[in-house]
């Protein structure tokens, strides 16, 4: 209904008799319309994906502080979620998108990227071009990652902090960063011990 329907509309009570074959004809053209957002939704998505695992992209830019905000909506997301959920989400597969916000929120280069989360940037294109979800290992990869951000966010009680943490080469870890140990099990393990001695006053 256009403006002026709705001002005749007002004029009349609120009653305005439907033109024939009106209902039919909007009911097509926002059938095409959300053909068509979505259709635009699938044909950029690419490009952005592109622009935000880009080896040339910017350390800190609009969308990369965006993506922080949506990383750490997920790493708390992930912490009030049962861990038998996690297994099925895990199972089934996170979402492509979820390794594309982590990548942006800590600034990842392609290399770093492929071996934190076992994914090459042209099958994660793929999978996002394609609406599939990640793979068990990569999700479970991220699931890791986010579990050990958590702890970084309680103890630093700053989330740059903790971001910075997590991203800069650590003595401790063997002068790695805290996130590329999010690799293996063992790895996170050895971060975790690092954060609750600084928990408990330790230095790292």
Known sequence: MTVEHVMVARKHGGKEKAEPGASKAKTKAGSIMRS???????????SI???????????????ITGSETAFWGLVNETASTS??????????GYPADHLVTVRSALTLTATLAEQLFAVSQSTLLRRL?????????????????ASVAHLA???????DRA?????????ALGSQPPI?????????NQVR???HALEWGGAA
């Open 153 to 159: 966010q309680e103890v630093f009680e700053n989330r």
């Open 83 to 92: 861990e038998q959920e996690r297994i099925v989400r895990i199972i089934e």
């Open 49 to 63: 994906a592109r622009a935000a695992l880009s080896p040339d992209a910017p350390k800190r830019s609009k969308a």
């Open 163 to 171: 971001l910075s943490w997590l991203s800069s080469p650590n003595i």
């Open 193 to 195: 011990r690092v954060l």
């Open 129 to 145: 071009k394609d609406r599939q979800r990640l793979s068990s290992v990569t999700s479970e990869r991220l699931d890791r990652l």
């Open 36 to 46: 068509g957002v979505q259709s635009g939704l699938v044909r950029n998505l690419g």
């Open 180 to 188: 590329m140990l999010c690799e293996t099990e063992l790895g996170a």
